[in-house]
C-alpha cells in the first residue's frame, strides 16, 4: 500500500495560489493520485484525481512529476471557503483488498 | 444523481442496543465502502465492497458486521459497541473500475453510551 505524507497545515490569504504537496515514494504502478477536500462534520468531497503529468478541472490542478513520487495540489485565488481538510489518497480500489488509506491531510487555513 | 445518502444522522446508542447504519447511492457505482472518521483524523477504511465481495480491514473488530442487500444498498450494523466507538461513519461508493474516486455521503454522527 502506498502510504502518503503531507504537510499537517498552512495558511494563506485570500486570492493567492495555494500549493499543497504529497509524498508517495512508494507507489505502485497500478496506483491513481486523488485528493478530496473535507469540511467539519461532511464527508469528503472528490476534488481531482490524476495518474501523471498535469490534470486540471474547473476547481483545481495536479501536478505529477515523471516518478509519480509526489504530487502536487494546486488551488488558484483562494477564497474563505475553502479553508478545510485536504487529503491526498494514492491507490486503486481494484489492488490491495481495496484497503485504501488516507494520509494525514492538510489542514487549511485562508485568512481574508 | 451523485449522491450518496446516509441515515440517519445521528445515532446514540447504549452498549447493548443492537442498530444498523444505512447507506444508498443511485449512480450505478459497484464498489460501497465504510469508513470510520474520529475527530481530526483521516477516515479509516473498514470494510469494502465491490460487485458485491466483501473485502475486510482486519483491524475491525466482530461487533461491526456488514452487509450488502444489493449493488445500491449497503448496511452497517452495530452490536455491543464501546464508547471507543463513537465516530462519524462514511459511506463512499465508486465505479469499480480504477483509481480511487470515491463520492462520500455526509456520514452518521454516532454516540455510545
Known amino acids: 500500500l502506498a502510504k502518503t505524507t503531507q504537510p499537517i497545515s498552512m495558511d494563506s490569504y485570500e486570492g493567492q495560489e495555494v500549493n499543497i504537496t504529497c509524498s508517495h515514494n512508494?507507489?505502485?504502478?497500478?496506483?491513481?493520485i486523488t485528493w478530496y477536500q473535507q469540511f467539519p462534520s461532511q464527508g469528503p468531497r472528490f476534488i481531482i484525481q490524476?495518474?501523471?503529468t498535469k490534470v486540471t478541472n474547473e476547481v483545481a490542478s495536479l501536478f505529477i512529476p515523471a516518478d509519480r513520487k509526489s504530487s502536487t495540489l494546486s488551488l488558484p485565488r483562494v477564497s474563505l471557503s475553502d479553508t478545510a481538510v485536504y487529503y491526498c489518497?494514492?491507490?486503486?480500489?481494484?489492488?490491495?483488498?481495496?484497503?485504501?488509506?488516507f494520509g494525514g491531510g492538510t489542514r487549511l487555513m485562508v485568512k481574508p | 444523481d451523485t449522491e450518496v445518502t446516509q441515515t440517519p444522522k445521528h445515532l446514540v446508542m447504549g452498549m447493548t442496543n443492537k442498530k444498523s447504519l444505512k447507506c444508498e447511492q443511485h449512480m450505478g457505482h459497484r464498489a460501497m465502502y465504510w469508513y470510520k472518521q474520529k475527530a481530526k483524523k483521516p477516515p479509516e477504511l473498514m470494510f469494502v465492497?465491490?460487485?458485491?465481495?466483501?473485502?475486510i480491514n482486519e483491524s475491525v473488530p466482530s461487533r461491526f458486521s456488514p452487509e450488502c442487500p444489493n449493488s445500491s444498498l449497503l448496511n452497517l450494523h452495530l452490536h455491543a459497541l464501546q464508547p471507543e466507538d463513537s465516530a462519524l461513519y462514511l459511506c463512499?461508493?465508486?465505479?469499480?473500475?480504477?483509481?480511487?474516486?470515491?463520492?462520500f455521503g455526509p456520514g452518521t454522527r454516532l454516540t455510545v453510551t
Open positions: 489518497l494514492v491507490g486503486d480500489v481494484n489492488n490491495a483488498g481495496n484497503m485504501l488509506t
Open positions: 512508494n507507489i505502485a504502478t497500478n496506483d491513481y
Open positions: 463512499a461508493s465508486s465505479l469499480a473500475g480504477t483509481g480511487t474516486e470515491q463520492y
Open positions: 465492497y465491490s460487485y458485491e465481495k466483501l473485502s
Open positions: 490524476g495518474y501523471k
